[in-house]
């Protein structure tokens, strides 16, 4: 079965529980919503299912088989299967490298050519509505939602299966998050992917989500 | 009413590599004593560099040219302050924070990281002789007394956005800067913030809010200004602009509302680097002629108006 589901999982900082005993799935091709309340545990959950953040207990499994090995030795082809947008691109993104290598490396650090990576990361930049301009610039001189999306573009080099959004529009106007959902659901309707939307704007989750999940359910 | 900031014709260009980078064009705008402004625009219209501008956070490689004249009642005042020509150390000593506070945009990158919220908050008190206690000015915002005692990279984003409010509001500013201060909180505290920040226009400060959060700026702006490709487009009392939205750009902006069509403009914004001499919304305006190839201006005196030869409203009435 496709799906990317955590079963059981449950996290521990120091003595502090984030959450315990929950279980998530996301199926290929459909778009779940997630909502609670701020400093819940939504980003940390987000982080376990894409694999960043070992669960302290139950595990996280992909098209039904569980992920193994200690503290996340995770295969490059599995891990390239999921893709997590953050919250804040401005701390996501290394501010040394060029919007257009920042969408290039996760290509390169895989073993594509440099002149592929870049033409795909060209042809991905204009899918998110970044101008020719913006490519050669490095983070510090472009807006946080210019930031954002190519950051979506970064997420997308792999056509990943699983696309989780950890609030990815929440610093978005108006018409750029609609953009990015144009493109998100264009892209999963061409890839049947499972896309986890984590956002706190019910609208936005009632316009986009096909269910939303609210973490209050989750946790009892 | 008395204006707080009068801002005219400024214009803030940065220096990169090889190009000239235009964020803020000829801008007029003032700003009233006791008034909650809303400046809403697409994401990289020049809206945060107007804000950094006014505290003197631009870097080395800005030129900004125009006035920007701060007038407020600080007891200790020596008069109205040009912000444009101001000193960075007089920015430092006097203006940043005590004068003009701001929420910056992305709290994770804000903060300390090797100080407890309550440590950076008590800081603030004490260097601005505030006799509120940190926990007050945290219940202010909606932080739990045990959060203040964590360091940055153990709060939510959520959390770290109200840390940055508090810290701007601790020395109790005469006019505040808000950039997005309520991104990535969830409704309740989104109304929480909302609400704090009108009462301080109520009770006489002045407060200018950045968003993209059309429905958040619905909600408590006395007035609206939008910014389109580094100028003002139009700027109306709130309640007419949110009922009908003159600017064919604005209207487009509400339009792309998950509530509403939920499609974006459509195109993209003009470059920065080359901004038209005409309309910059031209290219993406259905009404766009020839017109267009003039630009037109806000009203210059009062700052207000809309700036488009075919206003949606005009166009109903006649």
Redesign the interface.
């Known amino acids: 079965m496709s799906t990317l589901a955590a079963r059981g999982v449950g996290v521990t900082?120091g003595h502090a529980v984030v959450f315990d005993d929950v279980d998530v799935e996301l199926a290929r091709g459909e778009t779940v919503g997630l909502?609670?309340?701020?400093?819940?545990g939504k980003?940390t959950l987000a982080r376990v299912l894409a694999l960043l953040h070992g669960p302290d207990r139950g595990h996280v499994s992909i098209d039904g088989s569980p992920i193994e090995g200690a503290r996340y030795a995770v295969p490059v082809a599995t891990r390239t299967r999921i893709a997590l947008l953050f919250?804040?691109p401005?701390?996501a993104a290394d501010p040394r490298l060029s919007l257009l290598d920042l969408i290039a490396e996760p290509l390169l650090a895989t073993g594509t050519d440099r002149t592929t990576g870049r033409a795909r990361a060209r042809a991905l930049a204009d899918d998110v509505?970044l101008?020719?301009?913006?490519l050669e610039?490095r983070p510090?001189?472009?807006?946080?939602?210019?930031l954002?999306?190519a950051c979506l573009a970064r997420a997308l080099v792999h056509n990943p299966d699983y696309l989780l959004l950890d609030?990815a529009t929440?610093?978005?106007?108006?018409?750029?998050?609609?953009?990015v959902?144009?493109v998100l659901i264009a892209y999963q309707r061409q890839h049947q992917a499972g896309v986890l939307l984590v956002s706190?704007?019910?609208?936005?989750l009632?316009?986009?989500a096909d269910r939303t999940i609210d973490w209050n359910e989750l946790i009892s | 009413m008395s204006t707080v900031l009068r801002i005219r014709d400024l214009t803030v260009r940065f220096r990169l590599r090889d190009t000239i980078v235009q964020a803020v064009s000829g801008l007029d705008l003032d700003v009233r004593r006791g008034e909650l402004l809303a400046i809403v625009g697409e994401s990289g219209c020049g809206k945060s560099v107007l804000a950094h501008s006014l505290m003197g956070l631009l870097p080395k490689n800005a030129q900004v040219t125009g006035s920007a004249l701060l007038r407020d009642t600080d007891p200790a005042d020596t008069g109205p302050v040009e912000l444009i020509s101001a000193a960075p150390r007089r920015f430092a000593r006097g203006i940043r924070g005590r004068r003009i506070g701001l929420v910056p945009q992305s709290p994770a990158t804000a903060l300390t990281p090797v100080r407890t919220g309550r440590k950076l908050l008590e800081e603030t008190l004490r260097v601005h002789r505030r006799t509120t206690d940190a926990d007050t000015l945290a219940a202010d915002v909606g932080l739990a007394p045990a959060d203040l005692d964590r360091y940055p990279f153990e709060l939510s984003g959520g959390m770290a956005q109200r840390l940055t409010t508090a810290l701007a509001l601790a020395p109790d500013p005469p006019l505040l800067i808000a950039d997005e201060p309520t991104t990535g909180l969830d409704r309740p505290l989104v109304d929480h913030t909302l609400d704090l920040l009108r009462r301080r226009c109520d009770t006489g400060g002045t407060v200018v809010v950045i968003t993209h959060d059309l429905t958040a700026a619905e909600r408590v702006a006395d007035r609206v200004a939008v910014m389109y490709a580094s100028r003002l487009v139009e700027h109306r009392p709130a309640d007419a602009f949110f009922a009908s939205p003159s600017h064919p750009y604005a209207a487009a902006l509400l339009d792309a509302l998950p509530t509403r069509s939920f499609n974006p403009v459509p195109g993209h914004p003009p470059m920065l680097t080359a901004l038209p001499d005409g309309c910059a919304f031209a290219p993406r305006c259905p009404a766009a002629n020839s017109d267009c190839a003039r630009r037109p201006d806000l009203d210059p005196d009062t700052t207000e108006g809309v700036a488009c030869h075919h206003p949606l409203v005009t166009e109903e009435v006649g």
């Open positions: 900082f909502r609670g309340p701020s400093g819940c980003s919250q804040s401005r701390a509505g101008t020719e301009d913006l610039r510090h001189a472009v807006s946080d939602g210019q954002q999306r609030e929440a610093m978005l106007d108006a018409s750029t998050q609609a953009l959902a144009q706190h704007d019910l609208a936005l009632d316009r986009w």
